[in-house]
C-alpha cells in the first residue's frame, strides 16, 4: 500500500537529522512480568508494538511511562510502583527499567530498579512531559465508576473546556463526518469525572449517547499534544474501524512531525501497522518460552502469528510479496505434492529473516517453518536464500527479457511487443520492487496479475535440477 503524504513528510524529516532534540532511544525491562532485560529501540518518531495478548506491550508503555519526571505545571509524574505494586499475590524484587535516551544532541543512560521493598532512581530521571493514554477511554461513559450517579441525578453543566477549532477539525476528519464543536464538560454533581460532549448538525449530545469510537476519539484528541513530549497509548485501535485507524495514525503522524512529539502505541490491527514505515513496527516473538523484540515485520506476519485458525504443515517465510509469488510459483510447478501442504508468509525486511533464522536454527519454532531471504542477500544462520543470486524482480525480468519474454505476452492477453515495450521501459529505474508497478501501469493490468504471470512463466524454464535443491528442504521439514 502506498505510502501516505503525512507519514512520508516525518519520515523526510526525520531523516534529515534535525528535531526531536529529547528522545527515548531505547528501554530494557527486567523482572517485571516475564521480562528478562531485553531491549527495544524506538528508531522512528512513531513505533507499534505487537504481540498477543498477555506478551508484554502494556508492560512495555507502562515502564516507558515511568522513566521521565514531569514538570507538575504541564503533567503529572508517573511512578513504577503505580504499574508494578505490591500485592497479596505478586511481590516485585529485583526489577528494574533501563533506559536510554537523547537531550539536545546527548545520549545518556539511567535507570529506575528495584532490590527489594522500594523504586529507586525516581529523583534522578530526566524531565519530559508524558502522556499515558490508557484502555479506560473505550470504556463507555455510562458504565464508569461514579458516572451512573450523574446520569440518575438531575444535573447541570458547570463548566466546560472548548476544544479548539484544531481539534474540532481533526475530529471531524479521523471520524469522516463534520463536526460543530466539541468540549469536555463538568456537571454541578461531580466536579471531577468529565463527559464528552459532541455537536454534529447542530445538535449536541454527550458520552452517554455517542458511539464508544466517537468517545474514544474525542477523548485522546483532547490530549494537549506538547512539543517535544512523549505520548503513549495502548491498544489505539479500540472501538475504531479500519479508515479511522488509518486517519488517526496519519493525523499523529501530522502532529508528531508539527511538534517533534514522540508516540509508542500498542496495537492488533494491520491497517495500523500498514501506515508506519519498516522500522517502526515491533513485533514481541515469544517462542519456547523466550521473549524477542523483531523490527520491522510485515502486517501480514504480525497478523498470522497472532491468529489463531490451523494452518498447513509447513510455515515459509519470505521477505515481501513479490518473493511469496516467487516461491509459490516455483513449489507449485516443480513441487506440487508439497505445495499444498505450506503457507507461505511474508515477513518484512531482512533483519526479521535474521532472527527468524536464528529461531529456526535453535529449533525454537512450535511447527515446521523454513526462512528465505532474497538471493540478494548473505547467507545467514537458520536461512536458505531463494535461487538466482539476486533479488526477485531482478532474476526474473532479466531472465525472461533474455527470452524475449517467452510467452508471457499470451499469459496476460497483450500484443507481445507491448510487453517489450513496457517491461523493457521499467527496467530502466533504478529501483526493481517499482518494475512490475510501472509495466502494469503501461499494460493496462493488475500489478499482481502481470507479477504472476512473469513468475510462472520464468519457473516454467528453470532448470529441473536447480529447482529440486528448493524443494528438497521443503520435503525434509515436512
Not at 271 to 276: C, D, H, N, P
Request: net charge neutral; hydrophobic share 35%; glycine share 8%.
Amino acid at each position: 500500500m502506498p505510502i501516505a503524504t503525512e507519514m512520508r513528510l516525518l519520515s523526510k524529516k526525520w531523516q534529515s537529522g534535525t528535531g526531536w532534540p529529547k528522545r527515548l532511544n531505547w528501554i530494557e525491562v527486567s523482572g517485571l512480568r516475564g521480562w528478562a532485560g531485553q531491549r527495544i529501540e524506538f528508531q522512528y518518531p512513531i513505533t507499534a508494538i505487537v504481540g498477543e495478548n498477555g506478551s508484554g506491550k502494556s508492560t512495555l508503555l507502562q515502564a516507558a511511562a515511568c522513566v521521565y519526571r514531569s514538570d507538575p505545571k504541564e503533567s503529572r509524574t508517573r511512578y513504577a510502583s503505580e504499574f508494578f505494586p505490591d500485592t497479596a499475590w505478586d511481590q516485585v524484587r529485583n526489577a528494574g527499567v533501563k533506559f536510554g535516551y537523547a537531550e539536545g544532541g546527548q545520549h545518556s543512560e539511567n535507570s529506575i530498579r528495584k532490590k527489594t521493598t522500594r523504586w529507586l532512581g525516581n529523583v534522578e530521571r530526566p524531565m519530559r512531559r508524558v502522556d499515558y493514554i490508557d484502555l479506560t477511554r473505550i470504556q463507555p461513559v455510562s458504565a464508569r465508576t461514579g458516572y451512573a450517579k450523574i446520569a440518575k441525578t438531575r444535573h447541570n453543566q458547570a463548566s466546560a473546556k472548548d476544544f479548539t477549532n484544531e481539534q474540532v477539525s481533526r475530529l471531524s476528519a479521523v471520524m469522516g463526518r463534520t463536526y460543530d464543536s466539541a468540549r469536555m464538560a463538568l456537571t454541578n454533581i461531580d466536579a471531577k469525572r468529565e463527559v464528552p460532549v459532541i455537536s454534529k448538525g447542530n445538535t449536541a449530545y454527550s458520552g452517554f449517547h455517542q458511539g464508544s469510537g466517537e468517545t474514544t476519539i474525542a477523548e485522546l484528541l483532547q490530549t494537549d499534544l506538547t512539543k517535544y513530549s512523549l505520548v503513549l497509548i495502548d491498544e489505539i485501535e479500540s472501538s475504531l474501524h479500519p479508515r479511522a485507524q488509518r486517519r488517526l495514525i496519519r493525523d499523529l503522524a501530522e502532529r508528531c512531525r508539527e511538534r517533534e512529539i514522540q508516540i509508542i502505541l500498542s496495537t492488533h490491527s494491520p491497517y495500523v501497522l500498514e501506515e508506519l514505515p519498516f522500522e517502526a513496527r515491533k513485533y514481541i516473538l515469544e517462542a519456547g518460552g523466550v521473549r524477542e523484540i523483531v523490527s520491522g515485520v510485515s502486517p501480514q506476519f504480525a497478523m498470522t502469528k497472532m491468529d489463531d485458525e490451523d494452518y498447513p504443515e509447513l510455515d515459509l517465510y519470505v521477505e515481501d510479496h513479490a518473493a511469496k509469488t516467487f516461491l509459490a510459483e516455483l513449489i507449485a510447478y516443480h513441487g506440487k505434492d508439497v505445495f499444498p501442504r505450506c503457507q507461505i508468509i511474508p515477513f518484512g525486511a531482512a533483519s526479521v529473516g535474521h532472527a527468524l533464522g536464528q529461531m529456526v536454527d535453535g529449533e525454537r519454532f512450535p511447527r515446521p517453518s523454513l526462512v528465505y531471504l532474497d538471493g540478494d542477500n548473505a547467507s545467514a544462520p537458520g536461512c536458505l536464500l531463494l535461487p538466482g543470486g539476486d533479488a526477485p524482480e531482478q532474476v526474473v525480468f532479466n531472465q525472461l527479457k533474455k527470452q524475449s519474454w517467452g510467452n508471457l505476452w499470451s499469459r496476460i492477453g497483450r500484443d507481445i511487443s507491448l510487453v517489450d515495450d513496457a517491461c523493457s521501459r521499467a527496467m530502466t529505474l533504478a529501483d526493481h520492487h517499482e518494475w512490475v508497478r510501472l509495466a502494469a501501469n503501461q499494460l493496462k493490468c493488475g500489478g499482481d496479475t502481470l507479477w504472476q504471470a512473469m513468475c510462472a512463466e520464468w519457473v516454467s524454464k528453470f532448470s529441473a535440477a536447480e529447482a529440486r535443491k528448493v524443494i528438497r528442504p521443503i520435503e525434509e521439514a515436512i
